[in-house]
């Protein structure tokens, strides 16, 4: 069970025999790709404690203000498993979500009573009342027919794939295409098992030659990108791509830890990345297969 920050510091500090359990920046780099989070954490409502001496793992209640000013409760790891499909800045906090989405009013009903006559209890207490319903039946997934009926691993150009997502991802594209002459324009993988409504992914970048997709991750805007639960979608089209026979290299930005084993950390896409890019492309593919695509 969570406990407060103070008695959990409290804690440490006997367990450890030190002062100073966790010194500041310990863990820094952990929570660097979630910057919505470090601008919600005030150590002054945290025991003075700052937020890079917390493990992301503790299993601590830490208190947390939004930009609108509302304050809450929540453990590290419920905040960073938070934002979903939300790209509002205030996705973490729970008061501001409900506020986007309020809850639908109970219908009211009519009800005469004789003066001095009890109230029943159905209007008394009407959210109290226990209505059993027969259970759903589980929703079929709907998949698109626009999937054109293609061998498992095909490349393909899908009319369901969306547009590039930021100038970046353009940039990215015509310089791998620039120093690669492999197919341009395609845009999507035909897959075994349905990703979402599909039966396709839309990786950013497509080397059907190599069969190698290419993405592009950083954070966004607001910090809420490929994060939290973005980031356990983005595990799922890379496990979804393998299982294709396809392998995915992520260039991650805004400091996202790795997600496979040939992601690339970087600050910003650059033409050192290209190299390193292309030097990662030959560890997977060998020299052999790579370098005849070379502009």
């Not at 008061?95 to 109970?106: K, Q, T, V």
């Not at 035909?190 to 979402?196: E, G, S």
């Amino acid at each position: 069970m969570a406990e407060r920050v103070g008695l959990w510091w409290a804690r440490r500090q006997f367990s450890k025999g030190a002062e100073v359990p966790y010194p500041v920046g310990s863990y820094r780099e952990a929570w660097a790709p979630f910057p919505a989070l470090i601008r919600q954490y005030h150590p002054e409502l945290n025991a003075g404690i700052a937020l890079s001496q917390i493990p992301p793992a503790a299993d601590v209640l830490l208190l947390w203000q939004c930009e609108a000013g509302h304050k809450f409760a929540a453990t590290p790891d419920e905040q960073r498993r938070r934002p979903g499909r939300e790209r509002r800045r205030s996705a973490w906090c729970p008061e501001c979500s409900d506020l986007a989405r309020p809850a639908r009013a109970l219908p009211m009903r009519d009800v005469v009573t004789l003066p001095g006559a009890p109230v029943p209890a159905a209007v008394a207490n009407p959210v109290g009342r226990a209505v059993l319903r027969p259970r759903r039946p589980p929703r079929k997934v709907q998949l698109c027919p626009k999937t054109p009926d293609l061998p498992i691993g095909d490349a393909f150009v899908s009319a369901c794939a969306p547009k590039p997502a930021s100038a970046v991802e353009a940039e990215l594209r015509a310089d791998v295409f620039a120093r690669l002459s492999v197919t341009p324009g395609l845009n999507a993988v035909r897959v075994a098992r349905p990703f979402f409504d599909h039966l396709e992914v839309w990786p950013d970048i497509l080397l059907p030659e190599l069969r190698v997709a290419i993405e592009y991750d950083s954070t966004g805007r607001h910090g809420l990108e490929h994060v939290g639960k973005k980031e356990d979608s983005d595990r799922r089209k890379d496990r979804t791509l393998r299982a294709a026979k396809w392998e995915v290299v992520r260039i991650r930005t805004g400091r996202l830890e790795q997600l496979g084993p040939y992601d690339l950390q970087a600050s910003a896409w650059s033409p050192k990345v290209l190299d390193r890019l292309l030097d990662t492309l030959r560890v997977i593919r060998g020299p052999l297969l790579v370098d005849p695509y070379l502009a």
